[in-house]
């Protein structure tokens, strides 16, 4: 009978049952509560920050390297040696999804063409915001501060028929709802279209003074010449030397040129070798259709008295070809007396 007591004994004092785990689950949370709390509580301000910090600067990038910055018009004006008057209209459009103000800042211009290319204007940008359409209009002096840079844009500008300019500079962009503002950058490659060496310049009514004395202008005409680019540029007396067959026929000169987008109509003058001309226009090919191509080149720029270096920059650095109809004009200024021949 002990024997029997002592196996219940055995069988009663054996291990307990488990616990659930859902029980366990339990005791623990309202044990370590605070500790879970805390872990929340960390998760969500990490959360909170990556977006603050990481997340909303990178939108707010995002979308503005997606806007649209389009130049509707350029003016170069009050042209000086070592200053000028720059205005630029011109318009940002955005998907206007995201709400914010951005902040005026400084746009450095390159030639996004050229690595390194040092800046050869800073315009001031004004305050924007990130609607759908946005004008921004610029109007200021500004001053060369690298000449070297700015011959080389002008360069650039008035022998190719395209260039590419950057305009990058740092701002910052204050989202709708949120009091901080962000740091971003601002870039922008533009596509113009330049002056690709005027080419389709036309001479009419061109009228030629055998009796002028030296010094004096004995060739008048004028000048149709085509700008396709959007800038206004305020030029000046430029003054051009004339080579026609490898010879040098004297300077042409173009007063007040103000060179607007479309066909500029202007007068011109000109000191011509009338000798070598004759003497042209009697050889072959010249004498079979009385035109002639001249080569102008540029060699001399005023405004207002002063010499402008960054557009004679541009206007020297290649030439030019006008064909101009010389046995026409002498036709008509000689009269019927005028019959070219072919002596060579």
Not at 30 to 51: A, D, E, G, M, Y
Not at 142 to 167: D, G, K, M, S, Y
Not at 194 to 214: I, P, R, S, W
Not at 235 to 254: C, E, H, P, Q, S
Request: glycine letters at 6%.
């Amino acid at each position: 009978m002990s024997d029997s007591k002592h196996e219940v004994s055995q069988t009663e004092n054996g291990a307990p049952a488990k616990r659930s785990k859902k029980r366990a689950c339990v005791d623990h949370c309202k044990r370590f509560w605070w500790l879970h709390l805390i872990i929340f509580c960390c998760i969500t301000v990490l959360v909170v920050c990556l977006v603050i910090f990481v997340g909303v600067p990178n939108i707010a990038q995002s979308k503005l390297n997606a806007a649209d910055l389009e130049v509707q018009s350029v003016n170069v004006l009050n042209a000086k040696p070592d200053s000028y008057t720059m205005e630029i209209n011109s318009t940002i459009t955005t998907d206007g999804t995201v709400h914010a103000d951005i902040d005026p800042f400084e746009g450095n211009m390159t030639l996004a063409d050229i690595d390194n290319a040092p800046a050869f204007a800073t315009l001031q940008f004004p305050q924007t915001n990130a609607d759908k359409h946005q004008d921004v209009n610029i109007s200021q002096p500004l001053h060369i501060t690298n000449l070297e840079a700015f011959n080389q844009f002008n360069i650039a500008f008035f022998q190719n028929e395209t260039l590419r300019v950057r305009i990058a500079g740092k701002t910052k962009i204050q989202p709708a709802g949120l009091s901080r503002k962000y740091d971003v950058d601002f870039v922008k490659v533009l596509d113009l279209a330049g002056l690709n060496l005027l080419n389709g310049t036309k001479v009419t009514d061109g009228t030629v003074d055998l009796k002028a004395n030296k010094g004096q202008p004995n060739f008048k005409g004028t000048a149709e010449i085509p700008n396709a680019s959007h800038f206004t540029l305020d030029i000046g007396n430029a003054t051009f030397t004339n080579f026609a067959d490898n010879k040098n026929l004297g300077n042409l000169t173009i007063n007040n040129l103000l060179l607007r987008p479309g066909t500029n109509t202007v007068d011109i003058s000109a000191e011509l070798d009338q000798l070598t001309i004759l003497n042209i226009i009697a050889k072959r090919p010249y004498c079979e259709n009385g035109i002639v191509p001249f080569k102008l080149l540029g060699v001399d720029v005023e405004n207002r008295g002063q010499k402008i270096p960054y557009f004679l920059a541009a206007l020297g650095s290649a030439n030019q070809t006008v064909n101009i109809d010389i046995g026409s004009i002498l036709k008509k200024t000689l009269g019927d007396s005028f019959k070219p021949t072919c002596t060579s």
